[in-house]
Structures are given as structure tokens and as C-alpha cells.
């Protein structure tokens, strides 16, 4: 993979801060007058916006954005009142928007433009030479060919930035926030994937609620579905509108979507303007899985069965437009593997070292792609679109995640001659899409399958982890010591913003090509 050459590019240009600062200025002060207006003619929608807005705490009506497991779903009742509730509320909140703002309609927050939309990255960085980097190509019609391979390109350095800031997201996880931990450099967030043949599309949000209206959006999996799933809340909370009054005059607004969240079981947010909900569940392997004695295997060993779906998925995918699902790094953990009620492999645990293992981890991961697989294409009652996340490269170097392994000091995506083949990432994304491919073979109902290749492109983004600023801690240790040993760090996740938007960007494009031909177009 080449990147493009910089010689005769025209850097982007970014209009100086003050005229920006003057423009958000302007706008803000015919915001205020027009909301002014409003609430003179109208006093029941200011009591509205009122209610929406300040009715939310932010300290508990979010996920919990914690790295520990939450509660798994353990009881059929309780997932049957959850998949329940999904289908009422969809009928209770479609009824609050009788009375609420649509924000995809009308200018809800007519106040200041929020701080990401005046984005610090707009200006180009000390000692950074723009004549060298590649811009952005600009894709006029704002959409990739339907028919473009997206997972085959290049990264290439887009100085706009980030479509929200760190602190313009109120659900974005401490351990993320890697510019809030201190992380002293910012072009990670400026790099944007490039296919060969096509644009891949910024992502847009009013055309992704508009696309997913009145559905259901489902991340399952691990921790890297969290990760996506709160870059998606992230950019939906936040992106930039111009609304036209009637009287033909145009107005500057921030149009911020507030999501309700819903559940205890699993955890849901939901957007009313269009009536989407976003849902996440948790399962590390996407299998069963139990902790209680097997045969020779003690209580406290998890015991996963390679054959068998984790029930805690399956009571819910009838409700489910869309799936996207994320699983793998799980399988480097301890666990014992049971296929046809026989105890055939184990990840650090087996009885006896002289016993031959018939599953290694590797094959066990990719039994259970075609397991959690087999099981949607063939639900009788499920017709929606999955989309399996393809293997997230890790950058540990020198190391694993636990002996001393290392990400630190990479500030920009990595060029071909900088990459390292790794042997277990390829082994894990040929297991994966063999697994995909089988599953595709068995398909009986009418659901679809796609495959986001997202593990050679993602290769390149060393760059982009946490690394050792994975907490607020002034006094945390960011550099090696003495002894050449590196600091504690994350080079597993993905800093939010940064690199993991473009799962989403790429996830919009899947949705597009397959909804967009089947209701009303987008204009």
C-alpha cells in the first residue's frame, strides 16, 4: 500500500480562526433573536425545550462507560420483556413527538454553536509542512460507487479534522478521551481512509437517521463494539445544520440530537426524530458460555460451547434492523472449549499437558464465527442486515498487552516499509472470513451478510490507540524509564475521536447501498 505522493497537492485551505469566530458569532446572535420570537408566538415550545434538554443528567443517564463486563443476560423473562419493550417504546416515544421538536424539522438547540464545531484542528499545526501531505479528495456527489471495493485505499491527511471534539461528546469514555488525557499530539485525528477507485463519503448524520428511520441498530460483542458504538453516539450528537426559515432566511443552528437512553438488559438510545434506536449487547465471544463445573473442569473456569449461540443474543434479533458484530481478542483470555458436549481445547488451562488438543483458540474463534453466523441466516423470524466487523489489529510492540508491550510515540499512520507482518492477526482475519464464507453457504432465510474488511487498512493506524493515555492522571507515566521498559497502555482500543470513525463511515456506506434503492431516496 502506497501512499500518495505530495508533490504538487494543494493543501486544504483553512479559513483563519477569526473570520470562523465571526461567522459562529453572527449566526448565534440571529439564532437567539429567532428563538426569541418563537417562544413569544409560541410559549408551549420553550416549556418543550426546556424539558429536553435539562430534563437529561449526564452523570446517570448514560451507559456506564466502564472496561469491566457488564451483567450478562441470564434469564429468558427478562429478555423477552426487553425485546417487548423495544417494540412498545418505538409506539411511546413516536407519540412524545407530537408534542417535541423534530430535530431533522425544526432548529431544536437555537443557542451557541457547540465547541466542536469550531474545531482547533481546522488550523494547520506548528512545523507541519501542509505542502507535504495529501488532501482529501472532495467527493462531489457525496457518495462512494456502489460497486467500489472500500476496503483497499490508502489514508490520507484531511486537516478539517474530526467531526466532534472531546468535549463536545458527552457519552465519549474517560479511557478513550485520549486528547483529555493529555495526549500531547492531534493528527491522528486528521487522517481519513481513501479507497482506489472511489470517495468514501464524511459521514452524515441526518442522512444515517434518515436511512435507519423507524429501525434498530444493534452493536454485539466486545469492548471494540462499545468503542464503535460510542464514535456513532458521538457524531450523531453532534453535527452541523443549516435550517432555512420560511420567510427564505438562513440561519446558522447546532443541530444536536439528544438520545434517550432505554434498558437495564442491554443498553439503548433512542433518537425520536426519526425513531431509531441504538442498541448495544454485550457478548465477548457472541457464544454460550458458563462459568459452573464441566466434567474435570473446575467452577470459575469459563467453559465456552463452540456449537452454541449465546442465548442472550438471540431473544432479541427479531427486533433488529441491522446488526454490526465484533468479537476475537476474547479468545486470547482463559477458557475452556466444548463442542458436542466434549471437552476438545483450552486457552491457558488444560489438566494434562500430554493430552492432545483437538481446538486451539485460533479454530475456536473461528468455529464460533460460523456458530453465532449459522444461527442468523437461518432464524426464522430475523431479515435484517449483519455487518461482521472484520479483526482489529492491535500495536503492542516488544510485547503483548501484559509483558511490556508498547504503542508509544506513534503519531501518524505507518508506511509500507514501517509495517511489521503479524502472523496471528492473519491467521485470526482467515479464520474469520472463512468462517463468514460458510455461513453465507447456509443462509435460509432472508437476512443479509456483508463483511467489513476493515483489518489491512487498520494495520497501517498505530497511531491511533490510546497508548499510555488512558486516564486523566497528571501523574501517570507516559514515557519509558530508566530501564527502557514502556509505561501501562492501551494499544487495543482507539481513541475517540480518531480512527475508529471511520468504522462508521464505512458501516453508513454498507447501510446506504443496501436501503437506499428500497425507500424513498435521500435528497
Excluded at 116 to 124: I, K
Excluded at 385 to 412: F, M, Q
Aim: charged share 20%; with cysteine.
Amino acid at each position: 500500500m502506497n501512499f500518495a505522493s505530495h508533490k504538487g497537492d494543494s493543501p486544504i485551505v483553512a479559513y483563519p480562526r477569526t473570520l470562523s469566530l465571526i461567522v459562529a458569532s453572527a449566526c448565534g446572535l440571529v439564532v437567539v433573536l429567532a428563538l426569541a420570537s418563537l417562544l413569544l408566538v409560541s410559549p408551549p415550545v420553550g416549556s418543550t425545550i426546556r424539558v429536553y434538554f435539562y430534563g437529561i443528567d449526564h452523570s446517570s443517564n448514560f451507559d456506564s462507560l466502564s472496561w469491566g463486563k457488564p451483567t450478562l443476560h441470564d434469564s429468558r423473562n427478562d429478555a423477552n420483556e426487553e425485546r417487548t419493550n423495544i417494540v412498545a417504546q418505538r409506539g411511546e416515544e413516536a407519540s412524545e413527538n407530537s408534542t417535541l421538536f423534530n430535530v431533522t424539522k425544526d432548529v431544536e438547540d437555537l443557542g451557541t454553536i457547540p465547541p466542536g464545531l469550531v474545531n482547533s484542528s481546522d488550523v494547520m499545526q506548528p512545523g507541519l509542512d501542509a505542502s507535504s501531505l495529501s488532501p482529501a479528495p472532495i467527493n462531489q456527489s457525496g457518495s462512494a460507487d456502489s460497486g467500489c471495493d472500500l476496503y483497499h485505499g490508502k489514508w490520507v491527511y484531511d486537516s478539517s479534522g474530526s467531526l466532534y471534539t472531546n468535549n463536545s461528546c458527552p457519552v465519549l469514555p474517560q479511557e478513550h478521551n485520549c486528547q483529555g488525557n493529555g495526549r500531547p499530539d492531534k493528527d491522528y485525528e486528521n487522517w481519513r481512509w481513501k479507497p482506489a477507485e472511489c470517495d468514501l463519503p464524511r459521514f452524515d448524520a441526518k442522512k444515517f437517521l434518515e436511512l435507519m428511520r423507524g429501525m434498530t441498530l444493534a452493536f454485539i460483542g466486545d469492548s471494540l463494539a462499545r468503542n464503535q458504538m460510542q464514535s456513532l453516539l458521538c457524531i450523531l450528537w453532534q453535527a452541523s445544520i443549516v435550517h432555512t426559515l420560511s420567510d427564505g432566511v438562513t440561519i446558522c443552528a447546532s443541530f444536536v440530537e439528544v438520545p434517550k437512553k432505554r434498558g437495564k438488559k442491554m443498553h439503548r438510545y433512542f433518537f425520536r426524530s426519526t425513531s431509531t434506536m441504538i442498541v448495544r449487547i454485550w457478548s465477548e465471544r457472541l457464544l454460550h458460555q458458563t462459568s459452573k463445573p464441566f466434567d474435570i473442569v473446575p467452577e470459575g473456569v469459563v467453559k465456552v460451547y463452540l456449537d452454541a449461540p449465546d442465548e442472550g443474543i438471540m431473544e432479541f434479533i427479531p427486533s433488529f434492523d441491522v446488526i454490526v458484530l465484533s468479537s476475537s481478542h476474547w479468545f486470547t483470555k482463559q477458557s475452556v472449549y466444548i463442542l458436542n458436549n466434549e471437552i476438545v481445547g483450552g486457552q491457558l488451562w488444560w489438566p494434562d499437558k500430554s493430552l492432545p488438543v483437538k481446538v486451539n483458540s485460533v479454530d475456536a474463534f473461528g468455529i464460533s464465527v460460523e456458530t453465532i453466523l449459522h444461527a442468523l441466516v437461518t432464524h426464522p423470524n430475523y431479515t435484517g442486515l449483519t455487518i461482521v466487523r472484520s479483526y482489529s489489529p492491535d500495536h503492542y510492540e516488544g510485547g503483548a498487552w501484559n509483558t511490556g508491550g508498547s504503542c508509544t510515540g506513534k503519531v501518524k499512520p505507518a508506511s509500507d516499509g514501517e509495517i511489521v507482518e503479524n502472523g496471528y492477526t492473519n491467521i485470526m482475519h482467515e479464520k474469520q472470513v472463512m468462517g463468514f464464507n460458510r455461513a453465507v453457504r447456509k443462509r435460509t432465510n432472508r437476512s443479509k451478510l456483508k463483511l467489513m474488511d476493515i483489518t489491512e487498512a487498520f494495520g497501517y493506524r498505530h497511531d491511533g490507540h490510546p497508548g499510555p493515555y488512558r486516564n486523566p492522571d497528571p501523574n501517570k507515566k507516559t514515557k519509558r524509564g530508566p530501564d527502557g521498559k514502556p509505561p501501562p497502555q492501551d494499544c487495543l482500543h482507539w481513541c475517540t475521536p480518531g480512527p475508529v470513525d471511520t468504522w462508521n463511515e464505512l458501516m453508513l456506506e454498507i447501510i446506504r447501498r443496501e436501503f437506499e434503492g428500497s425507500r424513498s431516496p435521500y435528497p
